[in-house]
């Protein structure tokens, strides 16, 4: 039994779809195909039907994919443990993450990640949070990166950093308040720029709105955007007052140019997280990149 074989199928199964595993693993579409053929010639049985337009395994391929991702697993741990040539690793990782991972924190983990296995190869896809765990979940990426942690307990989530939300103006836009602690009320009356749905920044501002007693539609919300930068760009020409991630404006309230509004009692702290999911098999360069996050923030 060949045992790229069980990759593919795993990937497919994960995938639910025949097309995706193909685009995954860089092959074409018959190329999967022809494996899940041989594996089932193999084998002996049908491991997968058709649901509508997914592909989910049957009793005897559900039983394969369990056992297939022990095989794969201790297949990685032997060539660990007998090749000694581990600085020869290579391989692509997809990295979803979202927004303040993405601007602020990954950069230094590739390059020190890079350090160690120069022949890896990274592609990053910012998307916010909850598509990252919905990735995850749907079986396309292994792990990522989220400003919220997941409340799968398949999902493990490793702390990388902490960060506060809070409220930015333009300095001109500071200087119409005539007191440094803003009110609830207050802002009530001010025009809203924010993140989009599904923003670990946004959500944890609406968790503070709620318990206020105060919904997110109570805001006069102008704009939603799903870049930080975009943002910064609205507040510097007045357009309203932001929620954004303090690390996000340190340099624009350095330079006087944006300033964080107080609120009373608001203290908006949260923490980034390295998530990945437990049970699933890892490539090799995947089980690797997981090593190192765990060495460097597990506790």
């Known amino acids: 039994m060949n045992t790229s074989y069980l990759r593919t199928f795993i990937e497919v199964i994960n995938l639910?779809?025949?097309?995706?595993?193909?685009?995954?693993?860089?092959?074409?579409?018959?190329?999967v195909s022809k494996q899940l053929q041989l594996l089932e010639k193999d084998f002996g049985a049908e491991l997968f039907k058709k649901n509508g337009r997914e592909i989910i395994p049957t009793e005897e391929g559900f039983l394969?994919?369990?056992?297939?991702?022990?095989?794969l697993n201790e297949e990685n741990k032997i060539y660990s443990l007998i090749r000694r040539d581990d600085d020869k690793l290579y391989g692509n990782l997809d990295i979803y993450t979202s927004s303040m991972p993405a601007d602020y924190y990954i950069h230094d983990l590739i390059i020190e990640f890079s350090s160690l296995y120069p022949d890896a190869s990274f592609t990053i896809k910012k998307i916010d949070s909850d598509m990252v765990f919905k990735n995850i979940e749907d079986g396309f990426t292994s792990f990522g990166f989220t400003g919220s942690p997941s409340k799968n307990k398949k999902i493990k989530n490793i702390c990388i950093a902490e960060d506060e939300v809070?409220?930015?103006?333009?300095?001109?836009?500071?200087?119409?308040?005539?007191?440094?602690?803003?009110?609830?009320?207050?802002?009530?009356?001010?025009?809203?720029?924010?993140?989009?749905?599904g923003s670990a920044t946004l959500k944890i501002f609406e968790d503070y709105l709620n318990k206020k007693r105060?919904?997110?539609?109570?805001?006069?919300?102008t704009i939603q955007a799903e870049d930080n930068e975009i943002i910064k760009k609205f507040i510097s020409k007045n357009a309203g007052i932001a929620v954004l991630p303090k690390k996000a404006v340190e340099q624009e309230v350095a330079d006087g140019s944006m300033e964080i509004l107080n609120i009373d009692g608001m203290d908006l702290r949260r923490k980034l997280y390295y998530v990945y999911?437990?049970?699933?098999?890892?490539?090799?360069?995947?089980?690797?990149?997981?090593?190192?996050?765990i060495h460097m923030y597990e506790k």
């Open 64 to 71: 394969l994919y369990k056992y297939a991702k022990a095989v």
């Open 214 to 221: 105060i919904n997110l539609s109570d805001l006069h919300i």
């Open 166 to 197: 809070v409220i930015v103006a333009s300095a001109q836009k500071k200087n119409e308040f005539k007191q440094n602690a803003i009110t609830m009320d207050m802002l009530l009356n001010q025009r809203f720029i924010v993140r989009e749905k």
């Open 16 to 31: 639910k779809n025949i097309s995706k595993a193909a685009e995954k693993m860089f092959i074409t579409q018959p190329a």
């Open 277 to 293: 999911q437990q049970d699933r098999y890892f490539s090799k360069i995947e089980e690797k990149f997981k090593e190192f996050m």
